[in-house]
């Protein structure tokens, strides 16, 4: 089982849709969370972290489950400018030596259609 | 604001050629990475610097060196390089303390014929 699962996709949804992405990961132990943007040919951007008790950013909800080990990213009203793979990021937090080991998932991509 | 900065962007280089990759931060980040990234294969970390003065060894380290060269800067070296290393490369860079996202600079885009 990889360490961090996300489902490649592409998601092709309207314009004003909702969409959800999910992200599995393997190690119970996993202390942080995020969700990153990238968009084709660029550098991944923090789009937000994710905290116990979900937590909402405007348009984006981002929740975690521990006890199925999964995260997951809500996008409301999507707009054409969201069109980008979305990363799913698991940190298992400061190891020995001061190295953070952190775990990118392949990315789910999101079509947003006018 | 510049943030993580790489040069250069773009660099075509044929199979046997050394190069190295320059990375610098102006965040006061303590910890940096070397990240490669190829179709279908998500990042993968080759090397990082949890601090100033100390580097180790990531997932795919093969035909690579780093240098920390201070707090700012840590550089990437191909000293032979292979068809096999044509990919796009980023460095980033975090705070330690933990839970801490990392952030990146926009990339160098690598092709070894």
């Known amino acids: 089982r990889k360490e961090v699962e996300q489902d490649p996709g592409p998601f092709n949804v309207p314009e004003g849709a909702t969409v959800a992405f999910n992200c599995t990961y393997s190690?119970?132990?996993?202390?942080?969370f995020f969700w990153y943007r990238q968009d084709c040919r660029k550098e991944p951007k923090l789009l937000m972290s994710v905290y116990s008790s979900g937590n909402e950013d405007g348009r984006f909800t981002a929740q975690l489950n521990r006890a199925s080990q999964y995260i997951s990213l809500l996008i409301r009203d999507s707009k054409l400018s969201d069109s980008a793979t979305y990363l799913c990021?698991?940190?298992?937090?400061?190891?020995?030596?001061?190295?953070?080991?952190?775990?990118f998932g392949t990315g789910t991509k999101l079509q947003v259609i006018p | 604001n510049a943030g993580v900065t790489q040069t250069p962007k773009f660099q075509v280089l044929k199979t046997g050629q050394s190069m190295t990759l320059q990375c610098a931060q102006d965040m006061n980040h303590n910890s940096m990475y070397w990240y490669r990234q190829d179709p279908g294969m998500g990042l993968r970390l080759i090397y990082y610097s949890a601090s100033e003065g100390t580097t180790d060894k990531g997932e795919v380290p093969n035909g690579y060196n780093v240098s920390r060269l201070n707090k700012r800067e840590f550089s990437l070296r191909l000293e032979s390089a292979a068809p096999s290393q044509t990919s796009v490369y980023f460095c980033?860079?975090?705070?330690?303390?933990?839970?801490?996202?990392?952030?990146f600079g926009d990339g160098t885009r690598l092709s070894i014929l």
């Open positions: 190690n119970s132990a996993s202390q942080s």
């Open positions: 980033a860079s975090s705070s330690t303390g933990g839970n801490q996202p990392q952030h």
């Open positions: 990021v698991v940190n298992m937090g400061l190891k020995s030596g001061g190295y953070q080991k952190v775990t």
